[in-house]
């Protein structure tokens, strides 16, 4: 069973970073990709960033591209979304999320297990 566990959301103001981490568990094959969405309230659930585990490519939303990193240490099982340059239009609930892929393309939809979530709030 996939578990998803997040981590290290928090308050921070404007300009500043923060660094998501999530621990997954279940994942049995390497051909599975992990994302990030984010939702805040009253808008729909968005899809940040994504790698695929088997060879590490990465997909970005065009809102976070040059500002968020996603990145992965297989050894810990665990992704990271390094957040810099934060606004308050960042401020959500982040997910973790995974799914299996057949090709090294991990796209921003469609992922079948989910975290609980992390709180990011970023203040002007």
């Known amino acids: 069973r996939v578990h998803l566990v997040e981590s290290g959301g928090g308050s921070v103001q404007t300009g500043g970073s923060l660094r998501l981490s999530c621990v997954a568990s279940g994942l049995t094959y390497s051909n599975n990709c992990l994302a990030w969405f984010r939702q805040a309230p009253g808008k729909e659930r968005e899809g940040v960033a994504a790698?695929?585990?088997?060879?590490?490519?990465?997909q970005y939303a065009d809102s976070v591209k040059a500002r968020f990193t996603i990145s992965q240490d297989q050894a810990k099982n665990t992704v990271y979304l390094q957040m810099n340059s934060l606004n308050p239009e960042d401020t959500a609930m982040y997910y973790c999320?995974?799914?299996?892929?057949?090709?090294?393309?991990?796209?921003?939809?469609?992922?079948?297990?989910w975290g609980q979530g992390t709180q990011v709030t970023v203040s002007s």
């Open positions: 999320a995974a799914r299996r892929s057949y090709s090294n393309f991990c796209p921003l939809y469609e992922y079948n297990y």
């Open positions: 790698i695929y585990i088997g060879g590490g490519t990465t």
